[in-house]
């Protein structure tokens, strides 16, 4: 597992690593430049010092190999170009050089060199280089090095301060591990870091849908509590009916009411899976291109037989070109069939269904009209609601369908609109989203 502060600590100490190291780097220009700069001034004013001597017949002189003195190395030669005087016998050192400064590759390493013509004379004084680059590095070294010394405490500074910084994040952690699984109280924002608000605030919009999900659940559970608790207890009524029942033909009768309460209940509790399984969490499902003409054609194949038995006139309007959505294609088959099965339940025998898909400026679109009694406008919001039946009506439903049409259509960030039919009853319209076309 990945921890903030280890990266925190590993980033910061690389920086400041390589912050060093440039400036180690820099200090080292710096200080071989003036090293340069300095060393030419000494081979400059040693040249100077040495014009009001005479070498005529100056003899060589000899060092040992760890004196000072091997710093420098003096030649001095005649007018004839003979070399009269030479400080270092033991040294490669370079041949007569222009006057002025140069740097001289003898093959032995490099040497700066200063020529000075005094006279007949001409006196040469010359370094190696590499003491220069010697003395430079040194000095770079002896600057960074105390930096590079507190590099460890800087690397405790940092843990410490990071962990003060970080504290606010196990804060929040051991305010949301004491909380029960039903404390779901937004977590205080008051003195958190502005850093740490937005996962406060994330946490807490998190904490408001579980709990609006909960008591959804717990709504659900006891609408279906209820819902079902009236069918069992009819079931258990006409179950009694059946074993009193004195001769065949109200046994026969008993049977057929206890046959028609089980159809109900299984049909409610069948809806309550079907709306369980729709709603956010229910798992996950595909998405594909879903051909909503291809659609309509299938779902009213499904009821036909229902419509015949009503001898209710069930089409489609014709349309000649495909519309396509992204969605879920089982989820809006249950859709279109939940609308066509109330059209077809409500709508009076001898009535007229029609099932049509399409698309506009604005949307791609199914659309169910029916010719039966429609709903009041005052009573279109309320039978989306679970369990909502309408007092007037005498249909057996379980108040379910509508519910799961409209948790379908938010899935698919669609909208479901009622309203007057051109038939005469009502029109349910489900409008998709242009982002859903594929």
Same mark, same amino acid.
């Given at each position: 597992?990945?921890?903030?502060?280890?990266?925190?600590?590993?980033?910061?100490?690389?920086?400041?690593?390589?912050?060093?190291?440039?400036?180690?780097?820099?200090?080292?220009?710096?200080?071989?430049?003036?090293?340069?700069?300095? #060393?030419?001034?000494?081979?400059?004013?040693?040249?100077?010092?040495?014009?009001?001597?005479?070498?005529?017949?100056?003899?060589?002189?000899?060092?040992?190999?760890?004196?000072?003195?091997?710093? #420098?190395?003096?030649?001095?030669? =005649?007018?004839?170009?003979?070399?009269?005087?030479?400080?270092?016998?033991?040294?490669?050192?370079?041949?007569?050089?222009?006057?002025?400064?140069?740097?001289?590759?003898? =093959?032995?390493?490099?040497?700066?060199?200063?020529?000075?013509?005094?006279?007949?004379?001409?006196?040469?004084?010359?370094?190696?280089?590499?003491?220069?680059?010697?003395?430079?590095?040194?000095?770079?070294?002896?600057?960074?090095?105390? #930096?590079?010394?507190?590099?460890?405490?800087?690397?405790?500074?940092?843990?410490?301060?990071?962990?003060?910084?970080?504290?606010?994040?196990?804060?929040?952690?051991?305010?949301?591990?004491?909380?029960?699984?039903?404390?779901?109280? &937004?977590?205080?924002?008051?003195?958190?870091?502005?850093?740490?608000?937005?996962?406060?605030?994330?946490?807490?919009?998190?904490?408001?849908?579980?709990?609006?999900?909960?008591?959804?659940?717990?709504?659900?559970?006891?609408?279906?509590?209820?819902?079902?608790?009236?069918?069992?207890?009819?079931?258990?009524?006409?179950?009694?009916?059946?074993?009193?029942?004195?001769? /065949?033909?109200?046994?026969?009768?008993?049977? =057929?009411?206890?046959?028609?309460?089980?159809?109900?209940?299984?049909?409610?509790?069948?809806?309550?899976?079907?709306?369980?399984?729709?709603?956010?969490?229910?798992?996950?499902?595909?998405?594909?291109?879903?051909?909503?003409?291809?659609?309509?054609?299938?779902?009213?194949?499904?009821?036909? &037989?229902?419509?015949?038995?009503?001898?209710?006139?069930?089409?489609?309007?014709?349309?000649?070109? /495909?519309?396509?959505?992204?969605?879920?294609?089982?989820?809006?088959?249950?859709?279109?069939?939940?609308?066509?099965?109330?059209?077809?339940?409500?709508?009076?025998?001898?009535?007229?269904?029609?099932?049509?898909?399409?698309?506009?400026?604005?949307?791609?679109?199914?659309?169910?009209?029916?010719?039966?009694?429609?709903?009041?406008?005052?009573?279109?919001?309320?039978?989306?609601?679970?369990?909502?039946?309408?007092?007037?009506?005498?249909? /057996?439903?379980?108040?379910?369908?509508?519910?799961?049409?409209?948790?379908?259509?938010?899935?698919?960030?669609?909208?479901?609109?009622?309203?007057?039919?051109?038939?005469?009853?009502?029109?349910?319209?489900?409008?998709?989203?242009?982002?859903?076309?594929?």
């Amino acid at each position: 597992m990945k921890s903030i502060r280890h990266q925190l600590l590993l980033t910061l100490l690389s920086a400041i690593t390589l912050t060093m190291l440039l400036g180690a780097l820099a200090t080292y220009r710096t200080a071989r430049d003036e090293a340069h700069e300095m #060393f030419d001034y000494q081979l400059r004013q040693l040249a100077l010092s040495l014009r009001d001597h005479a070498f005529q017949n100056a003899q060589p002189r000899e060092f040992g190999p760890d004196h000072d003195a091997q710093h #420098f190395s003096v030649q001095i030669w =005649g007018a004839d170009g003979t070399r009269i005087y030479l400080s270092h016998p033991r040294q490669e050192l370079p041949r007569q050089t222009p006057l002025g400064f140069a740097t001289i590759d003898t =093959g032995h390493g490099k040497w700066r060199v200063f020529g000075l013509q005094f006279g007949a004379q001409m006196i040469q004084v010359a370094q190696p280089m590499q003491v220069r680059e010697q003395l430079a590095l040194a000095a770079a070294l002896r600057t960074i090095l105390p #930096f590079l010394l507190t590099l460890p405490l800087l690397g405790v500074l940092i843990w410490i301060v990071v962990g003060r910084g970080l504290r606010p994040l196990d804060v929040v952690a051991q305010a949301v591990t004491v909380r029960t699984a039903t404390a779901l109280d &937004p977590l205080p924002i008051r003195g958190v870091p502005g850093e740490v608000v937005p996962l406060i605030s994330a946490l807490n919009d998190l904490l408001a849908r579980l709990s609006r999900a909960l008591a959804a659940q717990r709504e659900f559970i006891a609408d279906a509590a209820h819902e079902l608790r009236t069918p069992l207890a009819a079931l258990a009524l006409q179950a009694q009916l059946a074993e009193r029942a004195g001769d /065949a033909a109200a046994r026969a009768e008993a049977f =057929g009411e206890l046959k028609g309460g089980l159809q109900r209940a299984t049909h409610t509790v069948q809806q309550l899976l079907t709306l369980a399984r729709q709603e956010p969490g229910g798992g996950e499902r595909q998405s594909t291109s879903v051909n909503l003409v291809e659609l309509a054609v299938r779902v009213i194949a499904e009821h036909l &037989p229902l419509a015949e038995a009503r001898r209710i006139d069930l089409g489609a309007t014709p349309t000649s070109e /495909a519309v396509r959505v992204d969605g879920d294609e089982d989820a809006l088959r249950i859709l279109l069939g939940n609308l066509v099965s109330n059209a077809l339940r409500y709508t009076p025998i001898g009535g007229r269904v029609d099932v049509s898909s399409g698309e506009d400026a604005r949307c791609a679109f199914l659309e169910v009209c029916d010719s039966g009694p429609g709903i009041p406008v005052d009573e279109r919001q309320r039978v989306f609601d679970r369990f909502y039946r309408r007092a007037q009506t005498d249909e /057996a439903g379980s108040g379910l369908g509508l519910a799961i049409v409209r948790t379908i259509a938010d899935r698919h960030r669609a909208c479901v609109v009622l309203d007057d039919a051109p038939l005469g009853g009502l029109r349910a319209r489900v409008e998709f989203s242009r982002s859903l076309a594929p």
